[in-house]
């Protein structure tokens, strides 16, 4: 089976900008959430969608969005990019179930200049 | 945030030793914990995971441990190796409150550096 795949793998957009990152699950997952890495902040939880809509949503400014297709592969945006949106941005999904394991891909690096 | 991540604590240890990485949790009303390995340009990679029902699980040269008195959870790996080397992280969910659903809480991780 083939693992989480992100894209792109690096990316750099000047402040102001907006920019749209793509994840597609593993064969079968429904569930696919976001985070965000920084050195600062460490992994922090963007938000989780299934069957095309979000169920849970962390603490982050409205600039932050996602959506879900029919196929399970997500997009999140960031509008209107900050410096300190510059990250390591991570997707996982997950089977359905009550309990299962989160598989990440290997991350957009986004960089804010 | 919830997951602070500034000067993450580091272990070194020497090739074929026992590595023990601790972690302190937060939320007591979390029920399924896992254990994740992330090397340097790469996603974080699962090791073990455990539900609050139980309080050790054994894998593959790794051991879980987990505390709810103390809200403390363990990575042990035995005989360390080179490979091993990578930030290790502890990772929280809410499962049976309904609300959490795919959401981790993570702790801030931990360097591990094996020496050959």
């Known amino acids: 089976k083939a693992g989480v795949t992100q894209t792109p793998r690096y990316l750099i957009k000047t402040r102001g900008q907006q920019v749209t990152l793509s994840c597609s699950p593993i064969?079968?997952?429904?569930?696919v959430s976001w985070y965000q890495q920084t050195p600062g902040q460490g992994l922090q939880f963007l938000f989780e969608y299934f069957s095309e809509t979000q169920r849970n949503k962390g603490n982050f400014p409205g600039r932050f969005s996602g959506r879900q297709f029919s196929n399970s592969r997500s997009e999140m945006n960031v509008s209107t990019l900050e410096l300190g949106d510059s990250a390591l941005y991570l997707c996982?999904?997950?089977?359905?179930?009550?309990?299962?394991?989160?598989?990440f891909g290997q991350g957009t690096r986004l960089t804010v200049v | 945030g919830e997951s602070v991540g500034l000067h993450l604590p580091t272990l070194s240890v020497q090739e074929g030793d026992n590595s023990i990485i601790n972690c302190a949790y937060s939320?007591?009303?979390?029920?399924?914990f896992i254990w994740y390995k992330q090397e340097s340009g790469k996603g974080p990679q699962f090791i073990i995971d455990?539900?609050?029902?139980?309080d050790k699980r054994q894998g593959q040269r790794v051991t879980v441990l987990l505390n709810k008195t103390v809200k403390h959870l363990s990575l042990q790996i035995a005989a360390t190796q080179p490979g091993d080397s990578a930030v290790y992280f502890c990772a929280e969910n809410n499962w049976a409150g309904g609300t959490s659903y795919g959401k981790l809480t993570f702790g801030q991780g931990t360097i591990l550096t094996v020496h050959p």
């Open positions: 939320n007591s009303a979390s029920d399924y």
């Open positions: 996982a999904s997950r089977e359905l179930g009550e309990v299962a394991e989160a598989f």
């Open positions: 064969s079968g997952h429904r569930s």
């Open positions: 455990i539900r609050s029902n139980m």
